[in-house]
């Protein structure tokens, strides 16, 4: 059974910065993919990030070169720096892996951007 635990996020205040994380257990030997994605109240899920086993990364346009994703395949573990946020940014946070074919999900994170 895989699971992930998503940590790191908060209130924060536009322009400020918070650093999720995303640790995967289980029988994972290595994660094909590993990817952030966020849903905005009244509005659909959408990628935001995600990086892959050859260390490729791909970024939805609206967050290119304020959000970073990285990963550390030892500790199966995935991090999201999010700098220069903005109020747009508010919404629940979730972090996904994929294992061959099968997709795992984690529980969500708050993340609220607002002074």
């Known amino acids: 059974q895989v699971q992930l635990a998503e940590s790191g996020g908060g209130l924060v205040q536009p322009g400020g910065s918070l650093r999720l994380s995303c640790a995967a257990s289980?029988?994972?030997?290595?994660?094909?993919?590993m990817g952030w994605y966020r849903q905005a109240p009244g509005k659909e899920r959408e990628l935001v990030a995600i990086?892959?086993?050859?260390?490729?990364?791909d970024y939805a346009g609206s967050v290119k070169g304020r959000f970073t994703i990285s990963r550390d395949n030892a500790k199966n573990t995935v991090y999201l720096q999010m700098n220069s946020l903005k109020p747009e940014d508010t919404a629940v946070y979730y972090c996904?892996?994929?294992?061959?074919?099968?997709?795992?999900w984690g529980k969500g994170t708050l993340v609220t951007v607002s002074s």
């Open positions: 996904k892996i994929r294992v061959g074919s099968i997709a795992y």
């Open positions: 289980g029988r994972i030997f290595k994660a094909d993919a």
């Open positions: 990086n892959m086993s050859d260390r490729s990364t």
